[in-house]
């Protein structure tokens, strides 16, 4: 926990002629988000252990447009890719690792017809392809035996159909993987998607997290985990509402991971 | 005297089917209306889609007693469709189960397979029935549906009940008469008969023609009335028997958050972003150009796909129950999304044939006189809807193009996505930090 973190930038890595393995997009949640920030560092710790050579954009990063997309506002969307695209051609990215499924579903699939062509993958992926490649082990460790919930959230489950990864990974860490009652491609959004975190919501009865919250908790999770910032927030506003936050904890997997490998 | 049957059969198709093909020009006519877009690419995949979605069902057994019951109806309806050729036949040549001596005891295997469908699709529709009428399941009792829409469902109902006794009637009338000792006018031995066996007995005691008069009764109400339901579906969300084939096969096939690339949109940008374009230039002009609107405010703005999606929706209500919106009582309704496309894309085709061939502006639009924009905005685009639609629908695409209008031509989104926009602009990020600071994190603890 107390080494600093070795986080070099594509400008770094040019200026020294190399080119890393992965591009780490952090987004805008994970830079500048305080809770989101930690995921940030906790998958960044697992990178220095497993010594993978990553690199983040840092201050060359800019918003992927997503939530102005979803919001309707095309325009500032293909302004905000086409920037990015520019950045991203000239670093000649390949291989781009995120740990926001907003700004995975955008850079996967939005950018090629804009002209950015990228292999881009989840965080929840590219920590499997660690442990199969025999690059990271993963032990139970604090978390043996511990009940725990895995939320889809919309754009890498429905949007990607990226199930498995996030699963698998929890099943590494010894514990009890329960499911809700909605999961996989009948998972209920946590309520931020498209452009919501940003606004208030629609009058209606009740908040979007708050039911997705019931879900989580009718399972009796110890830890409910997730794989995206948004939705991390929205469970995590949920379990406050319910007064739930001294027994159950919102994780994001690559936290898991970290700290049960205690980094 | 005795061509007057035949004639009058010849009349009765060709006004049925007539009323049909002309019911079926104006659906082709209006889904035309919407703008291009390629759905032709990939056939392979679209042919799979239509195989397994359509043809095979396959996301309507995800709710297994509805699917279930559902393919009973719908296999029962394609093999009786084949009875049907038959029917015709007879009809037109003055013949009586002509493909009988042909088929031999293939002949009696088919007719004992529609008769037992028949009595499977009753049991459905009962089952069917009871879900809306009795046990009132909250889908389909939901205000959505509330006027036309919920007696429409209950009309099919009733009419495939209605059909399908008929059917099994004629079979039992002709039954008792091929069993008359020594054989009765034309009615001779064919087809094995499990069901209306124990219809028969109510024959029992009849006069041979009175009989014969009741199934020419039965086997003309039951012609007659499939010609009438099948010019109810123009009118119906039964329309999806015949549509739910085309809408799957051009249905998207992209991963579904990928949302559609605004080409209008791209080409603009690239122009601002430009260094070496003259900002003072005029554009250059295109004589074909139409002024270009983004998104969509009205029907005629929706791509065909769209339209026929809305033609297409049976109104069943799948992606309304599992819509994250809906689910917290917001107004959000993806199957009125639905349904509100068609009323107003109807509208406007009637609109076009009241005024020759063009529309006549009415002052409406299904932007705010059908759709909100506050069910626009509660939407969270999490493509519950899109998953759970049986048939292949987008209401998501709908929802995305409307708010696109909003935001795009009217700048009337809510203040505070406004201000989201504003930072991204202006930050690069949606909240209010400087961009020089997306790297603090690093160095915080
Ligand atoms: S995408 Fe929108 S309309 Fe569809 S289910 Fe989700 S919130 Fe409802
Ligand atoms: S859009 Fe699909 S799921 Fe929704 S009501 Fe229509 S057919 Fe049913």
């Not at chain 2, 009058?8 to 020009?25: D, H, N, Q, T």
């Not at chain 2, 009615?187 to 029992?204: K, L, T, V, Y």
């Not at chain 2, 005629?300 to 992606?319: I, P, S």
């Not at chain 2, 009582?329 to 009637?350: A, F, N, W, Y």
Request: glycine share 6%.
């Amino acid at each position: 926990m107390s080494e600093s973190l070795v986080v070099p930038t594509m400008a770094e890595m040019l200026a020294q002629g190399t080119q890393p393995e992965v591009l780490f997009w952090v987004g805008c949640a994970g830079s500048f988000d305080d809770r989101a920030k930690k995921i940030t560092k906790a998958f960044v710790r697992i990178l220095n252990r497993t010594n993978v050579s990553f690199a983040v954009l840092g201050t060359e990063e800019s918003c992927t447009g997503d939530p102005a997309k979803r919001a309707g506002n095309e325009f500032l969307f293909q302004m905000q890719a086409m920037m990015n695209i520019e950045v991203l051609n000239a670093y000649e990215a390949k291989k781009i690792v995120t740990a926001c499924p907003h700004c995975f579903n955008t850079l996967k699939n939005e950018y090629p017809e804009l002209g950015g062509q990228y292999d881009v993958i989840h965080h929840t992926e590219f920590l499997k392809s660690l442990i199969d490649d025999g690059r990271l082990t993963v032990e139970g460790g604090q978390f043996k035996g511990k009940k725990i919930t895995f939320h889809d959230p919309c754009y890498l489950g429905r949007a990607n159909k990226v199930y498995e990864a996030p699963r698998d990974l929890i099943q590494k860490l010894d514990v009890e993987l329960v499911e809700m009652k909605r999961s996989k491609a009948n998972g209920l959004c946590c309520g931020a998607g498209g452009a919501q975190m940003f606004k208030d919501a629609e009058p209606g009865n009740k908040e979007v997290n708050v039911l997705r919250t019931e879900d989580a908790l009718e399972v009796k999770p110890d830890i409910i985990a997730a794989g995206c910032p948004f939705c991390n927030t929205m469970l995590t506003d949920g379990i406050k509402h319910q007064e739930k936050e001294e027994q159950v904890k919102v994780m994001d997997i690559a936290e898991l991971i970290a700290n049960a490998q205690d980094l | 005297m005795s061509y007057l049957d035949n004639i009058l059969f010849a009349i009765l198709l060709i006004v049925g089917f007539g009323f049909f093909a002309s019911s079926v020009k104006k659906i082709i006519r209006n889904i035309n209306l919407g703008v291009d877009v390629n759905r032709k690419d990939n056939s392979k995949a679209r042919w799979k889609n239509m195989a397994l979605i359509a043809l095979g069902q396959s996301k309507m057994v995800r709710r297994p007693v509805a699917g279930i019951l559902h393919i009973f109806v719908y296999v029962g309806f394609i093999i009786i469709n084949i009875e049907l050729v038959e029917i015709i036949i007879d009809g037109l040549f003055g013949t009586h189960r002509i493909f009988a001596p042909y088929l031999g005891v293939i002949y009696d295997v088919l007719i004992a397979s529609f008769e037992i469908l028949a009595i499977l699709v009753i049991f459905a529709v009962t089952v069917f029935w009871i879900r809306r009428n009795v046990i009132r399941l909250k889908r389909f009792i939901n205000p959505d549906l509330n006027g036309f829409p919920k007696s429409d469902a209950n009309y099919i109902l009733y009419f495939e009940t209605v059909l399908m006794l008929l059917f099994l009637f004629m079979d039992a009338s002709d039954l008792h008469l091929q069993n008359v000792p020594g054989g009765f006018s034309h009615f001779h031995r064919a087809g094995s008969f499990p069901i209306s066996q124990f219809i028969a007995p109510i024959f029992n005691g009849m006069s041979n023609e009175l009989v014969a008069l009741l199934f020419e009764v039965f086997w003309w109400l039951h012609i007659a009335g499939i010609l009438v339901f099948m010019n109810y579906l123009y009118f119906s969300k039964h329309l999806h028997i015949l549509l739910a084939f085309p809408n799957t096969y051009f249905a998207n096939l992209n991963p579904e958050g990928q949302f559609d690339n605004l080409e209008s949109v791209t080409k603009e940008v690239k122009l601002m972003m430009d260094p070496n374009a003259d900002p003072f230039a005029a554009a250059p002009v295109d004589e074909n150009a139409v002024p270009s609107k983004f998104g969509a405010s009205d029907v005629q703005d929706l791509n065909w796909v769209q339209l026929l999606n809305a033609y297409t929706c049976t109104e069943c209500g799948r992606c309304t129950s599992s819509c994250p919106a809906n689910q917290t009582g917001k107004k959000l309704s993806p199957r009125k999304i639905m349904m509100d496309t068609r009323d107003r894309l109807q509208e406007v085709g009637k609109n076009i044939d009241a005024n020759k061939g063009v529309f006549v502006p009415d002052n409406k639009t299904l932007l705010n006189d059908y759709i909100t924009p506050e069910e626009l905005w509660a939407c969270t685009s999490c493509n519950a809807c899109v998953e759970e639609c049986p048939v292949n629908i987008s209401p998501l695409s709908i929802i995305m193009d409307m708010r696109r209008y909003l935001v795009m031509e009217q700048s009337a989104a809510p203040m505070s996505l406004n201000a989201m926009m504003t930072n991204i602009e202006n930050n690069g990020a949606p909240w209010q930090y400087s961009q020089q600071d997306r790297l603090n994190w690093k160095n915080e603890n």
